[in-house]
């Protein structure tokens, strides 16, 4: 089992980065797959982004290609996710999540944080 304490949301302009934390618990970190996955108001929870355990391959949503950068430290237990060049439209709640298999089946992601906002203003 693991636990997963997301941190680093806030409000930024358009244009703008923000760099997502991910602490989690537990001395299996190294085994999990990692991902963000958010929640806009009104919409359901959709993948962004996931990491295999070793942090070698990765996968993104294509509405975040090339802006988002995720990463892993697998020595300090924790997840990363770099955004820049922020848009209106990444407003959400961005949660962290896990896998104990299947990392790059979204679906299989069944460890959850709490969330962080993330507010994108013009």
């Known amino acids: 089992q693991v636990q997963l304490v997301e941190s680093g949301g806030g409000l930024v302009q358009a244009g703008g980065s923000l760099r997502l934390s991910c602490a989690a618990s537990?001395?299996?970190?190294?085994?999990?797959?990692m991902g963000w996955f958010r929640q806009a108001p009104g919409k359901e929870r959709e993948f962004v982004v996931i990491?295999?355990?070793?942090?070698?391959?990765?996968s993104y949503a294509d509405s975040v290609k090339g802006r988002f950068t995720i990463s892993r430290d697998n020595a300090k237990s924790t997840v990363y996710l770099q955004m820049l060049n922020l848009k209106l439209e990444d407003t959400a709640v961005y949660y962290c999540?896990?896998?104990?298999?299947?990392?790059?089946?979204?679906?299989?992601?069944?460890?959850w944080g709490q969330g962080t906002q993330v507010t994108v203003s013009s």
């Open positions: 999540a896990a896998a104990g298999s299947g990392w790059n089946r979204p679906a299989l992601y069944d460890y």
């Open positions: 537990g001395r299996t970190f190294s085994t999990y797959g």
């Open positions: 990491i295999s355990p070793s942090g070698d391959l990765t």
